[in-house]
């Protein structure tokens, strides 16, 4: 048995009875009755203590639980268990419930009620209580689980890089890519990038969107934030190729020029009058003259001033207002033009004296001419219809010639170039950073206003102004993209822009040694090799041209390149969104 312990207890009443009663043999029994419910009453096992300690043991309270979960994950059943201390204590038997479910939206089920579920992830606060754990009554410990989904890594981020055309953006997103496998933890558009090698693009890095402006390759990384663990990124590195836009052909020649001919200026002619829809006109060396309709093939002009005198075409251009436009030609002391680009007249035509015509341009509203007098000092004659009341007027400050007149910037030799004021005929001294070079040709490219300008010439020096910028920025040699690289000591003969959209404009330039490059912003440039253009390597380029082949969206937009050895090559421009 048991031990049994003995409660105090208060038994005046006994001796009140003591004193009232007389003790005698017939109050015997009585008195025996007393006495054995005071042994009851003495002597109590201890089971039916308030049931705290079993029989024949001593009672020990609980102190602790240990061991509890922590955290589990969510629609996986957690069976909740614990160590309850001490050891030894008289009552272990945990009983299990929710306190707190936040939005995890938690269950208990079983037998025992022990196994838990959660629907989401969150916190859920847990309560295990033991009954009687305490001599006062039931232990309580509450704990908190944290439920969060089953973690799936990352394994690949599946990305074929397009490339882009030079110049033209590329816009990257949290979706740009695809991650593996598809239920991942981080999520199907958790990707983020970045530009960690630009390479000799050029490029540009800014949040989402790639910028280039050279021919290259871009090395970019693609990230997931706890991608691999939580707390631990997943990278893959991508190539991203940036590639010309034009993919060069060889015109069809016809009867119009032969391999003999050298072929020193083109003209795009966007207004022709005529029903053969002419839109290319160029000319040679020699006065030959021939048009094409869309600079794929050419066929030859009938006799022009040119070719009746044998003198050489330096410069075909468009000019005229609205549906007026015409095509204007000089050369030696010549001008000539047409309305439809086919018929050249004699009668559309006037001579100079002593004055080697090497370019032509429209500046506003006047029409302008200009090259050199005697081989002394540059020469200029404007007039205000482009066919008569020409008015001769010295430009001492560019020496020797006036080689091109570019969108009212005048370039020439010795390194000076000048710009045209707002009064006809009225130019000023605009100093460059080409120390003394021979200045060819000039061009412009960008959507600023004013936009970016561009002059280069001999040694194949570049000088680039940025658009309100009153600076020329001459391109070093033995930078990333430099001239030396793209035309080496070749002179930069000739400079076109063409534009298909707000991000697809480039400038084309071309020289000596059949050498080309393009640029979308006039400081950046991309060589193109002789292999690519077609062109070879003996060939001189003298002459560029761009427009579209026929008018509504379904024409092509095309560079025309023209040079020595009867060169003529052409490219398309995409569209590039």
């Known amino acids: 048995m048991g031990k049994l312990y003995r409660h105090r207890l208060r038994l005046g009443f006994l001796k009140k009875i003591s004193m009232k009663t007389t003790i005698g043999f017939k109050h015997f029994g009585f008195l025996a009755l007393i006495a054995a419910m005071v042994s009851l009453l003495l002597f109590v096992p201890a089971a039916c203590n308030n049931g705290t300690t079993p029989p024949g043991g001593t009672f020990t309270a609980v102190n602790t639980i240990t061991g509890l979960p922590e955290t589990g994950t969510t629609?996986?059943?957690?069976?909740?268990?614990?160590?309850?201390?001490?050891a030894n204590a008289t009552h272990k038997t945990i009983v299990?419930?929710?306190?707190?479910?936040?939005?995890?939206?938690?269950?208990?089920?079983?037998?025992?009620?022990?196994?838990?579920?959660?629907?989401?992830?969150?916190?859920?606060?847990?309560?295990?209580?033991?009954?009687?754990?305490?001599?006062?009554?039931?232990?309580?410990?509450?704990?908190?689980?944290?439920?969060?989904?089953?973690?799936?890594?990352?394994?690949?981020?599946?990305?074929?890089?397009?490339?882009?055309?030079?110049?033209?953006?590329?816009?990257?997103?949290?979706?740009?890519?695809?991650?593996?496998?598809?239920?991942?933890?981080?999520?199907p558009y958790s990707i983020s990038w970045s530009m960690i090698d630009p390479g000799t693009t050029g490029a540009i890095w800014s949040p989402g969107m790639l910028r280039n402006t050279a021919v290259g390759t871009v090395k970019l990384r693609a990230t997931i934030a706890n991608g691999s663990a939580v707390g631990v990124p997943f990278t893959k590195d991508f190539d991203f190729k940036i590639k010309s836009p034009l993919v060069w052909k060889k015109a069809n020649l016809n009867t119009a020029f032969t391999t003999s001919d050298t072929i020193t200026s083109i003209a795009y002619f966007s207004n022709p009058i005529n029903s053969s829809n002419i839109r290319f006109v160029a000319g040679t060396m020699t006065g030959k003259m021939a048009y094409s309709t869309d600079g794929s093939s050419w066929w030859p002009l009938s006799t022009t001033v040119f070719s009746q005198n044998g003198t050489r075409v330096y410069d075909i251009r468009e000019a005229g207002q609205g549906g007026s436009r015409k095509l204007y030609a000089v050369g030696q002391n010549t001008i000539a033009w047409s309305d439809d680009g086919i018929n050249w007249p004699p009668g559309n035509s006037l001579s100079f004296t002593d004055f080697n015509i090497k370019t032509f341009s429209q500046v506003d509203n006047h029409y302008y001419v200009a090259g050199q007098n005697g081989g002394v000092a540059g020469n200029m004659a404007f007039s205000a219809t482009g066919t008569s009341g020409w008015t001769r007027t010295g430009v001492s400050i560019i020496t020797g010639s006036i080689e091109k007149i570019h969108d009212g910037m005048a370039v020439g030799l010795n390194g000076y170039n000048a710009f045209a004021a707002a009064t006809a005929g009225s130019w000023s001294l605009w100093p460059t950073e080409l120390g003394g070079s021979h200045i060819y040709c000039a061009g412009e490219v960008g959507l600023s206003n004013p936009r970016n300008r561009v002059i280069a010439g001999a040694d194949g020096k570049i000088a680039y102004r940025g658009g309100t910028s009153s600076t020329w920025i001459n391109i070093p040699a033995g930078t990333v993209n430099n001239t030396t690289s793209t035309f080496g000591t070749s002179f930069i003969q000739a400079m076109e822009e063409g534009v298909r959209s707000d991000y697809n404009r480039y400038l084309l330039a071309g020289g000596s040694g059949g050498k080309m490059a393009l640029s979308p912003d006039g400081q950046h440039w991309s060589v193109i090799s002789n292999e690519e253009s077609q062109v070879s390597s003996t060939t001189t380029i003298y002459g560029i041209a761009y427009g579209a082949t026929g008018p509504g969206s379904a024409s092509l937009h095309r560079f025309v390149v023209v040079g020595s050895n009867g060169t003529i090559v052409y490219a398309d421009l995409p569209v590039i969104e």
Do not use: K
């Open 96 to 187: 299990w419930s929710i306190i707190d479910g936040g939005y995890s939206n938690p269950t208990l089920s079983g037998a025992g009620m022990n196994i838990l579920t959660a629907t989401w992830e969150g916190n859920v606060t847990i309560r295990a209580t033991i009954v009687n754990g305490t001599a006062e009554g039931d232990y309580t410990q509450d704990f908190v689980i944290v439920f969060s989904d089953l973690f799936i890594p990352v394994t690949d981020i599946i990305y074929d890089p397009p490339g882009a055309f030079v110049g033209s953006p590329t816009f990257f997103s949290g979706g740009t890519g695809t991650v593996v496998p598809p239920n991942a933890s981080a999520g």
């Open 75 to 86: 629609n996986v059943p957690l069976t909740l268990s614990g160590t309850v201390g001490p």
